[in-house]
Antibody
Framework: QITLKESGPTLVKPTQTLTLTCTFS??????????VGWIRQPPGKALEWVAI???????RYSPALKTRLTITKDTSKNQVVLTMTTMDPVDTATYYC???????????WGQGTLVTVSS | DIQMTQSPSSLSASIGDRVTITCRSS??????LNWYQQKPGKAPNLLIY???SLQTGVPSRFSGSGSGTDFTLTISSLQPEDFATYYC?????????FGGGTKVEIK
């Protein structure tokens, strides 16, 4: 059974750095074809893809956010960490991590974590 | 970036209705198109992948079709639990992109 869960701060101040952790079980990020992605959703708005990391350490980022993002994996801990610098109120959103198979689809999602950016 | 455009942005329908949602990509994505359902306060749920493959556990009243730039999600007979927002997403190339969503409401 595949599960994912996001963790991190619920409130960050503008200009601060956000660090979110996705802890997963039921699969390995050493398995060929597997990836873990981050997707966010501002309140009342559509989904926006943020970043993804694959089993082979390939990292892909949203061009709009690329300069602010780092995604890493720790296969021994079954975790993926997303770091986003220079947070702004427009980054207020629910952040989801999700399992990707064959780089084609997100078939398992975490419950999401709401991050509010406010002073 | 590949832009994904869904239509309509919202619709009202009755139980038992046949519902069709359209998604158009700004360039060909072959069949690399997925559909998700999202209910309020919940994470999205994968319904259809690679345009027409039904995800395990998803009811057969959901179906998808299309290739190239034009895609369709069909609900053959709308059920009470189907009232939700639906998103398409292309996985042809990064950056991965989602459509703006279609909210299906009760008439």
């Amino acid at each position: 059974q595949i599960t994912l869960k996001e963790s991190g701060p619920t409130l960050v101040k503008p200009t601060q750095t956000l660090t979110l952790t996705c802890t997963f079980s039921g699969f390995s990020l050493n398995t060929t074809g597997v990836g873990v992605g981050w997707i966010r959703q501002p309140p009342g708005k559509a989904l926006e893809w943020v970043a993804i990391i694959y089993w082979d350490d390939d990292e892909r980022y949203s061009p709009a956010l690329k300069t602010r993002l780092t995604i890493t994996k720790d296969t021994s801990k079954n975790q993926v960490v997303l770091t986003m610098t220079t947070m702004d109120p427009v980054d207020t959103a629910t952040y989801y991590c999700a399992h990707s198979v064959g780089a084609t689809r997100f078939d398992y999602w975490g419950q999401g974590t709401l991050v509010t950016v406010s002073s | 970036d590949i832009q994904m455009t869904q239509s309509p942005s919202s619709l009202s329908a009755s139980i038992g209705d046949r519902v069709t949602i359209t998604c158009r990509s700004s360039q060909s994505i072959r069949s690399f198109l997925n559909w998700y359902q999202q209910k309020p306060g919940k994470a999205p749920n994968l319904l259809i992948y690679t345009s027409s493959s039904l995800q395990t556990g998803v009811p057969s009243r959901f179906s998808g079709s299309g290739s190239g730039t034009d895609f369709t999600l069909t609900i053959s007979s709308l059920q009470p639990e189907d009232f939700a927002t639906y998103y398409c997403q292309q996985s042809y190339s990064t950056p991965l992109t989602f459509g703006g969503g279609t909210k299906v409401e009760i008439k």
